[in-house]
């Protein structure tokens, strides 16, 4: 039986919703996450949870029988074949993520970038974005532990891009930002409004990396949790998207293989919409802090990214 978001049972009956919703938050299935998700502009907030369920488990599954498909295919070809094909990735995804915040940049000066030494690179615009993707290859290590590690990430990924563009958008409390902040969409209306104060965000986001390194969790599924949590959270001033896809590809290529991680923005700005309305429907307070929809349409992603990846 496929799993029922509450937000859409709550539209077909709202008793039956109120049912399903108790009978979730009381299941030996369920997984509390211990944040609080309210939606924007209205009081009642739900404690965020997740139902570990068929769909979850099958779309797992599915995962790996793809994912084993695609390791046999990469035994086949030439090192220097998969060198290329990372690279070509890695700027078409750095464009993908980009694009998908209309952020301006092309797949030349990206390329130029990753071509530079190191020195050269980080003094390059996209450098530093540049330079954090190219360790998803090398697999290099980088720590995401705390909050703090979260700020040394931003300051090394994205800061002086950032600060390019707009000085006014950097990061100015201790960690993350000291103000509110906004997402709006192009009609300026709000539909979400980050955690708020600062010790708030860094309480709220030392929570979710808890919960991203949490290993009595499928890894598939934390990553998606904290996907999830780091847009809700959304702790800077801008930057969080870029923030927040390079962090899961990050985990991807650790769980699964560099060739998936590095197609993750291309599938997402493919499908835009749909990864809107996941964020939207999670944060919808008829939805009741259930992040399991979430999970379920993030798993399809890396579904996809896998079998697309295995068919090149």
Not at 138 to 158: C, K, P, Q, T, W
Request: proline fraction near 4%; charge should be positive; aromatic fraction near 10%.
């Amino acid at each position: 039986m496929s799993y029922e978001s509450l937000f859409r049972l709550y539209r077909k009956s709202p008793a039956v919703w109120e049912e399903v919703y108790r009978a979730r938050c009381g299941s030996p299935f369920t997984k509390h996450l211990g944040i609080r998700i309210k939606e924007y502009n209205r009081s009642n907030g739900y404690d965020g949870f997740f139902c570990y369920c068929e769909d979850m488990s099958l779309r797992q599954e599915r995962i790996m029988i793809d994912f084993a498909a695609l390791q046999k295919t990469l035994l086949n070809i030439p090192q220097a074949g998969i060198d290329q094909y990372l690279h070509d990735c890695l700027v078409d995804e750095i464009k993908a993520s980009n694009d998908i915040e209309g952020v301006r940049s092309t797949r030349r000066e990206i390329r130029s970038a990753l071509t530079a030494g190191d020195a050269a690179r980080v003094r390059m615009r996209l450098g530093g974005i540049v330079d954090k993707y190219a360790r998803i290859i090398d697999g290099a290590h980088i720590a995401m532990e705390n909050s703090r590690d979260m700020r040394v990430l931003f300051d090394s990924f994205l800061a002086e891009e950032i600060g390019r563009s707009d000085p006014k958008n950097l990061p100015d409390g201790m960690l993350f930002r000291k103000e509110s902040v906004d997402i709006i969409t192009g009609t300026q209306k709000v539909i979400h409004r980050g955690i708020y104060p600062e010790p708030q965000i860094i309480h709220a986001m030392d929570a979710a990396l808890l919960i991203l390194h949490d290993a009595s969790m499928p890894a598939l599924v934390r990553i998606a949790v904290f996907h999830y949590l780091f847009g809700y959270i959304h702790p800077f001033y801008d930057g969080n998207g870029r923030m927040s896809r390079f962090i899961t590809s990050y985990m991807l290529a650790r769980t699964l293989h560099p060739t998936v991680a590095l197609r993750l923005s291309i599938l997402l700005k493919q499908n835009k919409k749909r990864y809107y309305d996941l964020f939207a429907m999670t944060n919808a307070s008829i939805n009741c802090g259930d992040l399991t929809p979430f999970i379920l349409g993030t798993l399809e992603f890396v579904n996809a990214a896998v079998s697309g990846t295995e068919k090149i």
